[in-house]
Nanobody
Framework: VQLQASGGGLVQAGGSLRVSCAASGRTLSSYTGGWFRQAPGKEREFVAAIRWGNYNTYYADSVKGRFTISRDSAKNTLYLQMNSLKLEDTAVYYC??????????????????WGEGTLVTVSS
């Protein structure tokens, strides 16, 4: 499976941004899609996840109510809609896939496939 992330950029605090992740090479009905992020000097952290088959979603407490993860099965694409962005949301955002579901929160080490990161910068 290959993952291609896009949509990062510069946005002011309080603004919105959507990042996308197109998957190729496999049908994803048995997978869990996830978004992680890594800020400078920090470890990669879980942001959100969605089970491709039943659409169950999971969020880190820090983004709950502001971010929405979704997927489009026809396009084999994973999305992360980010609203009410804060300075502390600045990070490189990575999409990833996991066969099955290992539980909340997803661990970076348990993901099977990764996309390259896309930088999201929130300015004041």
């Amino acid at each position: 499976v290959q993952l291609q992330a896009s949509g990062g950029g510069l946005v002011q605090a309080g603004g919105s941004l959507r990042v996308s992740c197109a998957a190729s090479g496999r049908t994803l009905s048995s997978y869990t899609g996830g978004w992680f992020r890594q800020a400078p000097g920090k470890e990669r952290e879980f942001v959100a996840a969605i089970r491709w088959g039943n659409y169950n979603t999971y969020y880190a407490d820090s983004v709950k109510g502001r971010f929405t993860i979704s997927r489009d099965s026809a396009k084999n694409t994973l999305y992360l809609q980010m609203n009410s962005l804060k300075l502390e949301d600045t990070a490189v955002y990575y999409c990833a896939l996991q066969l099955g579901y290992t539980g909340y929160p997803l661990k970076a080490g348990s993901m099977d496939y990764w996309g390259e990161g896309t930088l999201v910068t929130v300015s004041s």
